[in-house]
């Protein structure tokens, strides 16, 4: 069966600090990749999608990339974070089905 | 942006009503689906309605679509205590030869026992 490891579940970070949320998707092949934040509160905005290694797609411009260095690995990254990066970070996946199957969340406070 | 709006943004109701959740949502799409969100968690998926169909029926939920109107709801029956989460819709739409999958705002559900 297919399953979706994300990880760390919170993390604190100072101002000005890098970031790296790491994705994984075990039991299917080729999948698309989403990262979603959802702010306190509020519905999910669509950051990045990915249909395949390395074919990132960004929908809102900001301080965070993507990467899919391997098919089933995408990792969210900034080199630099603002208070404003602060939300709840979601990592997706999903096939030809549709239905987006989501990881547990990462809780990302920055101070 | 957000595509779907819900409404209520938030419902109190007894265990053992129903409770009906709405959807609006702005352009053409392929599919609506509707997930569940546990308080900090990741979202579930529940149910999808293919832009032809009009009604679907899970378990307890039933699902209504209306293309015209661009809207959808979501009837849960005889409601649980465990039934308490936040109900999102979500839109899909080809967008360059991919489906783009936006969700809208939410409604949070509380189920009193």
């Known amino acids: 069966s297919q399953t979706i490891h994300q990880w760390p579940a919170t993390l604190v970070q100072p101002v000005g600090s890098p970031l790296s949320l790491e994705c994984t998707v075990e039991g299917t092949s080729n999948p698309n990749l989403y990262w979603y934040r959802q702010a306190a509160g509020r519905g999910l905005q669509l950051l990045f999608y990915s249909v395949g290694i390395g074919q990132i797609s960004s929908e809102v411009p900001q301080n965070l990339s993507a990467s899919r260095p391997q098919d089933r690995q995408f990792i969210l990254s900034s080199k630099k974070l603002l208070l404003s990066d602060s939300g709840f970070y979601l990592c997706a996946w999903s096939l030809t089905s549709r239905k987006l199957f989501f990881g547990s969340g990462t809780q990302l406070s920055v101070l | 942006s957000q595509q779907g709006e819900e409404d209520p943004q938030a419902l109190s109701i007894q265990e053992g009503e129903n409770a009906t959740m709405n959807c609006s949502y702005k352009t053409s799409i392929n599919n609506l689906q509707w997930y569940r969100q546990n308080s900090g968690r990741g979202l579930v998926h529940l149910i999808l309605?293919?832009?032809?169909?009009r009604e679907k029926h899970s378990g307890r939920l039933r699902v209504t679509l209306d293309t015209s109107k661009k809207s959808s709801s979501l009837l849960i029956t005889a409601s649980r205590a465990a039934d308490t989460a936040s109900y999102f819709c979500?839109?899909?739409?080809?967008?360059?030869?991919?489906?783009?999958?936006?969700f809208g705002t939410g409604t949070k559900l509380q189920v009193i026992p």
């Open positions: 979500a839109t899909a739409a080809n967008s360059g030869g991919y489906q783009k999958v936006t």
């Open positions: 309605i293919r832009s032809n169909e």
